[in-house]
Protein backbone atom coordinates (compact mmCIF):
# COMPACT_ATOMS: atom_id res chain seq x y z
CA UNK A 1 0.00 0.00 0.00
CA UNK A 2 2.56 2.41 0.21
CA UNK A 3 3.02 2.14 -3.25
CA UNK A 4 -0.73 4.46 -3.01
CA UNK A 5 0.80 7.20 -0.60
CA UNK A 6 1.71 9.98 -3.27
CA UNK A 7 1.86 10.15 -7.14
CA UNK A 8 5.43 9.31 -8.43
CA UNK A 9 5.72 12.51 -10.47
CA UNK A 10 4.18 16.03 -9.27
CA UNK A 11 0.80 16.29 -11.38
CA UNK A 12 0.70 18.83 -14.40
CA UNK A 13 -3.45 19.25 -15.11
CA UNK A 14 -4.23 18.79 -18.49
CA UNK A 15 -6.19 21.57 -18.63
CA UNK A 16 -3.31 24.03 -17.30
CA UNK A 17 -1.48 22.84 -20.57
CA UNK A 18 -4.22 23.62 -23.50
CA UNK A 19 -5.03 26.68 -21.26
CA UNK A 20 -0.67 27.36 -21.97
CA UNK A 21 -1.57 27.32 -25.97
CA UNK A 22 0.82 24.69 -26.43
CA UNK A 23 1.17 23.42 -30.11
CA UNK A 24 2.62 19.97 -29.80
CA UNK A 25 2.07 17.42 -26.67
CA UNK A 26 4.18 16.82 -24.25
CA UNK A 27 6.19 12.93 -24.99
CA UNK A 28 4.03 11.44 -21.60
CA UNK A 29 0.86 12.28 -23.45
CA UNK A 30 1.91 10.31 -26.92
CA UNK A 31 0.62 6.63 -27.31
CA UNK A 32 2.33 3.76 -28.94
CA UNK A 33 1.71 4.37 -32.90
CA UNK A 34 -0.58 0.92 -32.65
CA UNK A 35 -2.75 2.89 -29.89
CA UNK A 36 -3.47 6.40 -31.26
CA UNK A 37 -7.16 7.15 -32.57
CA UNK A 38 -5.18 7.98 -35.89
CA UNK A 39 -4.54 4.05 -36.72
CA UNK A 40 -8.35 3.28 -36.48
CA UNK A 41 -10.36 6.29 -37.38
CA UNK A 42 -13.71 4.86 -35.53
CA UNK A 43 -16.23 3.05 -37.02
CA UNK A 44 -19.23 5.42 -37.43
CA UNK A 45 -22.02 2.37 -37.48
CA UNK A 46 -23.64 0.28 -36.23
CA UNK A 47 -25.16 2.46 -33.01
CA UNK A 48 -25.76 0.48 -29.79
CA UNK A 49 -28.88 -0.29 -28.97
CA UNK A 50 -31.44 2.26 -27.32
CA UNK A 51 -33.78 1.15 -24.98
CA UNK A 52 -37.33 2.40 -23.46
CA UNK A 53 -37.31 2.20 -19.72
CA UNK A 54 -41.02 3.63 -20.06
CA UNK A 55 -42.10 -0.10 -21.19
CA UNK A 56 -41.47 -1.41 -17.74
CA UNK A 57 -44.15 0.74 -16.31
CA UNK A 58 -46.76 -0.26 -18.90
CA UNK A 59 -48.71 -4.07 -19.65
CA UNK A 60 -46.43 -7.42 -18.68
CA UNK A 61 -46.02 -7.53 -22.41
CA UNK A 62 -44.24 -4.36 -23.69
CA UNK A 63 -42.08 -4.98 -19.53
CA UNK A 64 -40.90 -8.42 -20.80
CA UNK A 65 -39.88 -6.64 -24.37
CA UNK A 66 -38.20 -4.26 -22.54
CA UNK A 67 -35.96 -7.14 -20.39
CA UNK A 68 -35.58 -8.86 -23.88
CA UNK A 69 -34.33 -6.14 -25.16
CA UNK A 70 -31.46 -5.58 -22.52
CA UNK A 71 -30.64 -9.48 -22.69
CA UNK A 72 -29.86 -8.95 -26.11
CA UNK A 73 -27.54 -6.03 -25.69
CA UNK A 74 -26.00 -7.23 -22.93
CA UNK A 75 -25.28 -10.39 -24.45
CA UNK A 76 -24.28 -8.10 -27.96
CA UNK A 77 -22.75 -5.15 -27.45
CA UNK A 78 -22.39 -5.15 -23.41
CA UNK A 79 -23.16 -1.12 -23.47
CA UNK A 80 -26.59 0.27 -24.78
CA UNK A 81 -28.31 3.50 -24.10
CA UNK A 82 -31.31 3.77 -21.96
CA UNK A 83 -34.69 7.19 -22.32
CA UNK A 84 -37.54 7.41 -20.44
CA UNK A 85 -35.53 6.85 -17.41
CA UNK A 86 -36.97 9.02 -14.71
CA UNK A 87 -34.22 11.27 -14.07
CA UNK A 88 -35.31 14.71 -14.36
CA UNK A 89 -34.10 16.47 -17.65
CA UNK A 90 -34.13 19.76 -15.46
CA UNK A 91 -31.83 18.15 -12.90
CA UNK A 92 -29.48 16.97 -16.03
CA UNK A 93 -28.93 20.24 -17.33
CA UNK A 94 -27.98 21.41 -13.96
CA UNK A 95 -25.24 18.95 -13.02
CA UNK A 96 -23.86 19.68 -16.05
CA UNK A 97 -24.27 23.38 -15.54
CA UNK A 98 -22.39 23.05 -12.30
CA UNK A 99 -19.60 21.07 -13.16
CA UNK A 100 -18.69 23.18 -16.29
CA UNK A 101 -18.64 25.78 -13.92
CA UNK A 102 -16.49 24.08 -11.43
CA UNK A 103 -13.58 22.98 -14.13
CA UNK A 104 -14.04 27.10 -15.47
CA UNK A 105 -12.83 28.23 -11.80
CA UNK A 106 -9.09 29.02 -11.47
CA UNK A 107 -6.49 26.19 -10.95
CA UNK A 108 -6.07 26.89 -7.64
CA UNK A 109 -9.70 27.21 -6.55
CA UNK A 110 -9.53 23.54 -8.14
CA UNK A 111 -6.39 22.46 -6.85
CA UNK A 112 -8.10 23.24 -3.42
CA UNK A 113 -9.07 19.83 -3.99
CA UNK A 114 -6.65 17.86 -5.38
CA UNK A 115 -6.29 13.73 -4.52
CA UNK A 116 -4.00 11.18 -3.70
CA UNK A 117 -4.28 7.50 -4.91
CA UNK A 118 -5.04 6.34 -1.11
CA UNK A 119 -8.95 7.14 -2.61
CA UNK A 120 -8.52 9.33 -5.83
CA UNK A 121 -11.62 11.63 -4.30
CA UNK A 122 -11.08 14.91 -5.58
CA UNK A 123 -9.66 17.15 -8.23
CA UNK A 124 -7.24 14.79 -10.47
CA UNK A 125 -5.85 13.98 -13.62
CA UNK A 126 -3.77 10.49 -13.20
CA UNK A 127 -5.06 6.74 -13.08
CA UNK A 128 -1.98 4.25 -12.02
CA UNK A 129 1.07 5.53 -9.92
CA UNK A 130 3.71 3.97 -12.27
CA UNK A 131 6.43 6.12 -12.52
CA UNK A 132 6.97 7.23 -16.21
CA UNK A 133 3.84 5.78 -17.60
CA UNK A 134 2.18 7.59 -20.65
CA UNK A 135 -0.62 9.10 -19.77
CA UNK A 136 -4.09 10.47 -20.72
CA UNK A 137 -4.98 13.82 -22.14
CA UNK A 138 -7.98 14.81 -19.59
CA UNK A 139 -8.88 15.87 -15.72
CA UNK A 140 -11.66 14.62 -13.33
CA UNK A 141 -13.31 15.42 -10.35
CA UNK A 142 -13.82 11.62 -8.36
CA UNK A 143 -16.55 11.44 -5.31
CA UNK A 144 -17.97 8.58 -3.44
CA UNK A 145 -21.90 8.94 -2.95
CA UNK A 146 -22.52 5.28 -1.29
CA UNK A 147 -21.90 3.83 0.92
CA UNK A 148 -22.75 6.76 3.77
CA UNK A 149 -20.18 5.93 5.97
CA UNK A 150 -17.32 6.96 3.40
CA UNK A 151 -18.97 9.89 1.85
CA UNK A 152 -17.63 13.16 2.61
CA UNK A 153 -19.24 16.36 1.38
CA UNK A 154 -16.60 18.53 2.48
CA UNK A 155 -14.45 16.91 -0.05
CA UNK A 156 -16.54 17.93 -3.02
CA UNK A 157 -16.53 21.51 -4.61
CA UNK A 158 -18.01 23.95 -2.35
CA UNK A 159 -18.33 26.00 -5.87
CA UNK A 160 -20.82 26.37 -7.56
CA UNK A 161 -22.40 27.13 -4.84
CA UNK A 162 -25.28 24.82 -5.59
CA UNK A 163 -22.94 21.67 -6.47
CA UNK A 164 -22.94 19.93 -3.44
CA UNK A 165 -26.68 19.82 -3.41
CA UNK A 166 -26.80 19.34 -7.09
CA UNK A 167 -24.37 16.40 -6.90
CA UNK A 168 -26.81 14.77 -4.39
CA UNK A 169 -29.70 15.14 -6.34
CA UNK A 170 -28.36 13.52 -9.25
CA UNK A 171 -26.61 10.79 -6.97
CA UNK A 172 -29.81 9.81 -5.32
CA UNK A 173 -31.81 9.80 -8.39
CA UNK A 174 -29.20 7.73 -9.99
CA UNK A 175 -28.89 5.17 -7.41
CA UNK A 176 -32.71 4.32 -7.86
CA UNK A 177 -31.73 4.05 -12.04
CA UNK A 178 -29.17 1.60 -11.26
CA UNK A 179 -31.36 -0.56 -8.86
CA UNK A 180 -34.05 -0.59 -11.20
CA UNK A 181 -31.44 -2.13 -14.15
CA UNK A 182 -30.06 -4.14 -11.64
CA UNK A 183 -33.64 -5.25 -11.06
CA UNK A 184 -33.75 -6.01 -15.19
CA UNK A 185 -30.49 -7.47 -15.59
CA UNK A 186 -31.63 -9.95 -12.75
CA UNK A 187 -34.86 -11.17 -14.32
CA UNK A 188 -33.00 -11.44 -17.75
CA UNK A 189 -29.84 -13.63 -16.59
CA UNK A 190 -32.83 -15.90 -15.24
CA UNK A 191 -32.80 -14.99 -11.19
CA UNK A 192 -34.53 -13.54 -8.92
CA UNK A 193 -35.89 -9.66 -9.33
CA UNK A 194 -33.42 -8.90 -6.15
CA UNK A 195 -31.02 -11.80 -6.87
CA UNK A 196 -27.91 -9.84 -8.80
CA UNK A 197 -28.79 -7.06 -5.84
CA UNK A 198 -28.38 -9.47 -3.23
CA UNK A 199 -25.23 -10.62 -4.75
CA UNK A 200 -24.23 -6.65 -4.55
CA UNK A 201 -24.49 -6.94 -0.95
CA UNK A 202 -28.25 -5.91 -0.87
CA UNK A 203 -28.56 -2.17 0.23
CA UNK A 204 -25.12 -1.56 1.41
CA UNK A 205 -23.89 -0.91 -2.28
CA UNK A 206 -20.97 1.29 -3.32
CA UNK A 207 -21.74 4.42 -5.29
CA UNK A 208 -19.78 7.10 -6.63
CA UNK A 209 -19.33 9.71 -9.84
CA UNK A 210 -16.83 10.82 -12.07
CA UNK A 211 -16.71 13.91 -13.71
CA UNK A 212 -14.45 13.59 -16.45
CA UNK A 213 -13.36 16.85 -18.98
CA UNK A 214 -11.18 16.69 -21.56
CA UNK A 215 -9.85 19.79 -22.30
CA UNK A 216 -9.03 20.97 -26.46
CA UNK A 217 -5.62 19.20 -27.45
CA UNK A 218 -3.19 20.28 -30.26
CA UNK A 219 -2.77 16.73 -31.36
CA UNK A 220 -5.90 14.88 -30.96
CA UNK A 221 -4.66 12.23 -33.14
CA UNK A 222 -1.02 11.24 -31.24
CA UNK A 223 -3.03 10.74 -27.66
CA UNK A 224 -6.24 9.93 -25.54
CA UNK A 225 -8.44 11.25 -23.40
CA UNK A 226 -8.98 7.93 -21.83
CA UNK A 227 -7.18 4.62 -22.70
CA UNK A 228 -9.04 1.53 -23.55
CA UNK A 229 -10.43 -0.35 -20.22
CA UNK A 230 -13.23 -1.79 -19.13
CA UNK A 231 -14.90 -0.52 -15.84
CA UNK A 232 -14.01 -2.43 -13.29
CA UNK A 233 -16.79 -2.15 -10.91
CA UNK A 234 -21.17 -3.47 -11.21
CA UNK A 235 -22.78 -0.68 -13.41
CA UNK A 236 -22.02 2.25 -15.32
CA UNK A 237 -24.13 4.65 -16.49
CA UNK A 238 -22.99 7.64 -18.46
CA UNK A 239 -24.05 11.20 -19.09
CA UNK A 240 -21.93 12.02 -22.37
CA UNK A 241 -21.35 15.39 -23.44
CA UNK A 242 -24.58 16.64 -25.06
CA UNK A 243 -22.43 18.28 -27.87
CA UNK A 244 -19.35 16.54 -28.69
CA UNK A 245 -18.83 12.87 -29.50
CA UNK A 246 -15.56 11.06 -27.75
CA UNK A 247 -16.62 7.76 -26.32
CA UNK A 248 -15.61 4.98 -28.52
CA UNK A 249 -16.50 0.96 -27.93
CA UNK A 250 -14.77 -1.88 -29.04
CA UNK A 251 -16.67 -4.34 -31.48
CA UNK A 252 -14.33 -6.72 -32.55
CA UNK A 253 -11.30 -5.58 -34.01
CA UNK A 254 -13.04 -2.10 -34.50
CA UNK A 255 -14.03 0.96 -32.35
CA UNK A 256 -17.35 2.16 -32.98
CA UNK A 257 -17.87 5.83 -32.04
CA UNK A 258 -21.18 6.15 -29.86
CA UNK A 259 -23.56 8.29 -30.76
CA UNK A 260 -25.11 9.60 -27.89
CA UNK A 261 -29.17 10.44 -27.99
CA UNK A 262 -30.50 13.38 -26.57
CA UNK A 263 -31.56 12.52 -23.05
CA UNK A 264 -30.55 9.09 -22.83
CA UNK A 265 -27.78 7.54 -20.40
CA UNK A 266 -25.07 5.39 -21.84
CA UNK A 267 -25.25 1.78 -19.48
CA UNK A 268 -22.32 -0.68 -19.67
CA UNK A 269 -21.53 -4.04 -17.76
CA UNK A 270 -18.96 -3.55 -15.38
CA UNK A 271 -16.34 -6.35 -14.44
CA UNK A 272 -18.50 -7.38 -11.15
CA UNK A 273 -21.04 -8.24 -13.45
CA UNK A 274 -19.32 -10.53 -15.80
CA UNK A 275 -18.20 -12.12 -12.91
CA UNK A 276 -21.70 -13.16 -10.53
CA UNK A 277 -23.07 -13.94 -14.06
CA UNK A 278 -20.22 -16.30 -14.60
CA UNK A 279 -19.47 -14.14 -18.24
CA UNK A 280 -23.07 -14.72 -20.22
CA UNK A 281 -22.80 -10.97 -19.67
CA UNK A 282 -19.56 -9.36 -20.83
CA UNK A 283 -17.73 -6.01 -20.14
CA UNK A 284 -16.46 -4.17 -22.95
CA UNK A 285 -13.48 -2.16 -23.60
CA UNK A 286 -14.18 1.24 -24.82
CA UNK A 287 -11.84 4.87 -24.72
CA UNK A 288 -12.07 8.45 -24.85
CA UNK A 289 -10.86 10.11 -27.94
CA UNK A 290 -10.20 13.76 -27.51
CA UNK A 291 -10.71 17.40 -30.40
CA UNK A 292 -8.74 20.34 -31.47
CA UNK A 293 -11.54 22.21 -31.06
CA UNK A 294 -13.76 21.62 -28.57
CA UNK A 295 -13.11 20.90 -25.04
CA UNK A 296 -15.49 17.76 -23.48
CA UNK A 297 -17.50 17.07 -20.50
CA UNK A 298 -19.03 13.52 -19.42
CA UNK A 299 -20.50 12.11 -15.75
CA UNK A 300 -19.91 8.76 -15.19
CA UNK A 301 -21.94 7.04 -12.57
CA UNK A 302 -20.25 4.13 -10.87
CA UNK A 303 -23.22 1.37 -9.23
CA UNK A 304 -20.68 -0.89 -7.45
CA UNK A 305 -20.78 -4.31 -5.41
CA UNK A 306 -20.17 -3.81 -1.09
CA UNK A 307 -16.27 -3.73 -1.33
CA UNK A 308 -15.97 -6.67 1.41
CA UNK A 309 -18.15 -8.39 -0.10
CA UNK A 310 -17.20 -11.99 -2.14
CA UNK A 311 -17.88 -11.88 -5.81
CA UNK A 312 -18.47 -14.82 -7.34
CA UNK A 313 -20.47 -16.92 -10.50
CA UNK A 314 -24.09 -16.54 -9.19
CA UNK A 315 -25.15 -20.45 -8.50
CA UNK A 316 -27.97 -20.29 -10.85
CA UNK A 317 -25.78 -19.57 -13.44
CA UNK A 318 -22.77 -22.48 -12.59
CA UNK A 319 -23.96 -26.16 -14.51
CA UNK A 320 -21.63 -29.34 -15.01
CA UNK A 321 -21.69 -28.06 -18.02
CA UNK A 322 -20.35 -24.08 -17.10
CA UNK A 323 -18.58 -24.46 -14.89
CA UNK A 324 -17.64 -21.36 -12.42
CA UNK A 325 -15.23 -19.35 -14.77
CA UNK A 326 -13.98 -16.87 -11.97
CA UNK A 327 -12.28 -17.03 -8.31
CA UNK A 328 -13.73 -15.02 -5.66
CA UNK A 329 -12.90 -11.64 -4.87
CA UNK A 330 -13.76 -8.75 -3.14
CA UNK A 331 -14.30 -5.43 -5.05
CA UNK A 332 -11.66 -3.55 -2.19
CA UNK A 333 -9.03 -6.49 -3.68
CA UNK A 334 -10.07 -5.87 -7.46
CA UNK A 335 -9.92 -2.12 -7.52
CA UNK A 336 -6.52 -2.34 -6.46
CA UNK A 337 -4.98 -3.33 -9.66
CA UNK A 338 -6.65 -0.07 -11.26
CA UNK A 339 -5.61 2.41 -8.25
CA UNK A 340 -2.17 0.80 -9.43
CA UNK A 341 -1.77 0.47 -12.87
CA UNK A 342 -4.85 2.52 -14.35
CA UNK A 343 -6.66 1.60 -17.34
CA UNK A 344 -5.49 -1.70 -18.47
CA UNK A 345 -7.79 -3.07 -20.96
CA UNK A 346 -9.60 -6.39 -19.41
CA UNK A 347 -6.53 -7.55 -17.88
CA UNK A 348 -7.51 -7.72 -14.25
CA UNK A 349 -11.08 -10.00 -14.92
CA UNK A 350 -8.88 -12.16 -16.94
CA UNK A 351 -6.34 -12.30 -14.27
CA UNK A 352 -9.08 -13.93 -11.82
CA UNK A 353 -10.09 -17.17 -14.60
CA UNK A 354 -10.46 -20.20 -12.40
CA UNK A 355 -7.69 -22.66 -13.61
Given at each position: ???????????????????????????????????????????????????????????????????????????????????????????????????????????????????????????????????????????????????????????????????????????????????????????????????????????????????????????????????????????????????????????????????????????????????????????????????????????????????????APVGQLVT????????????????????????????????????
Amino acid sequence: MDCLQEWPEPVVHVQALSDSALTTIPDLYIKPPSERPSSDKGVATPHIPVIDLGGLAEGAAECRATICAVADACCSWGFFQVVNHGVSPDLVRKVREVWRDFFRLPMAEKQAYANNPRTYEGYGSRVGVEKGAILDWGDYFYLHLLPESIKNQDKWPALPSSCRQTVQEYGDEMVKLCGTLMKVLSISLGLDVDQLQAAFGGDDVGACLRVNYYPRCPQPELTLGLSPHSDPGGLTALLADDCVKGLQVRRGDDWVTVQPVAGAFIVNIGDQIQILSNAKYKSVEHRVTVNAAQERLSLAFFYNPRSDWPIAPVGQLVTPQRPPLYQATTFDEYRMHVRKNGPTGKTQVESLKAI
